[in-house]
C-alpha cells in the first residue's frame, strides 16, 4: 500500500490547511496509480507527518530561511509509469503550494522536493510477510464496485 511522508516546519501550515493538504495528497496518489479512491486503499495509505522545530532546519548552512516541504512518496516498483510520475510531481507541488501560499510559478517554487521512492518486488512487508504489488492489485480489484 503507498505511504507518503510529508515533513515541514511547524507552523507553516494551520490544521486545517494540514487537514486538506493530506487528503489531497492521497488523492493525488491514488490517481497516479489508477487506483479507485475507496475506504479501503484510504484506510491503507499512510501519511507520516514530520513537524520539524525551525531550527532543525537548516538552507544552505546558514539558519533556517523560509520553510522547505518534502513530500517523499513510496510505491511499489512500477506502479507508476514516468508520465505519471511526472503528473504527481506536479500535483504535490500544487497542492502544496495551495496549503502553503506558495507561487508554484516563484522564486519559493524549490521550496517544495517530492521523492518518489519505489520499492523493488519483494522488498515490502506488512503483516511479518512479504507483499507483491500483484497481491495489492487483486485487493483493489475486490474492493471495487
Same mark, same amino acid.
Given at each position: 500500500?503507498?505511504?507518503?511522508?510529508? /515533513?515541514?516546519?511547524? =507552523?507553516? %501550515?494551520? *490544521?486545517?490547511?494540514?487537514?486538506? #493538504?493530506?487528503?489531497?495528497?492521497? @488523492? &493525488?496518489?491514488?490517481?497516479?496509480?489508477?487506483?479507485?479512491?475507496?475506504?479501503?486503499?484510504?484506510?491503507?495509505?499512510?501519511?507520516?507527518?514530520?513537524?520539524?522545530?525551525?531550527?532543525?532546519?537548516?538552507?544552505?548552512?546558514?539558519?533556517?530561511?523560509?520553510?522547505?516541504?518534502?513530500?517523499?512518496? /513510496?510505491?511499489?516498483? =512500477?506502479? %507508476?509509469? *514516468?508520465?505519471?510520475?511526472?503528473? #504527481?510531481?506536479?500535483?504535490?507541488? @500544487? &497542492?502544496?503550494?495551495?496549503?502553503?501560499?506558495?507561487?508554484?510559478?516563484?522564486?519559493?517554487?524549490?521550496?517544495?522536493?517530492?521523492?518518489?521512492?519505489?520499492?523493488?518486488?519483494?522488498?515490502?512487508?506488512?503483516?511479518?510477510?512479504?507483499?507483491?504489488?500483484?497481491?495489492?492489485?487483486?485487493?483493489?480489484?475486490?474492493?471495487?464496485?
Amino acid at each position: 500500500m503507498p505511504m507518503i511522508d510529508l /515533513t515541514y516546519v511547524h =507552523g507553516s %501550515l494551520d *490544521q486545517h490547511q494540514l487537514i486538506r #493538504l493530506t487528503d489531497e495528497l492521497v @488523492a &493525488a496518489l491514488l490517481r497516479a496509480e489508477r487506483a479507485p479512491d475507496t475506504p479501503f486503499l484510504r484506510e491503507n495509505t499512510a501519511v507520516y507527518l514530520h513537524a520539524l522545530d525551525s531550527a532543525a532546519q537548516s538552507v544552505g548552512g546558514r539558519g533556517s530561511g523560509a520553510p522547505r516541504f518534502r513530500v517523499e512518496m /513510496t510505491v511499489f516498483e =512500477g506502479a %507508476l509509469s *514516468q508520465d505519471r510520475k511526472e503528473q #504527481l510531481a506536479a500535483d504535490v507541488h @500544487a &497542492a502544496v503550494c495551495a496549503a502553503a501560499a506558495i507561487d508554484p510559478a516563484g522564486s519559493r517554487a524549490f521550496h517544495v522536493w517530492t521523492l518518489i521512492r519505489e520499492i523493488p518486488e519483494g522488498n515490502w512487508a506488512g503483516g511479518g510477510k512479504i507483499i507483491y504489488h500483484q497481491q495489492v492489485k487483486g485487493l483493489v480489484a475486490d474492493d471495487e464496485p
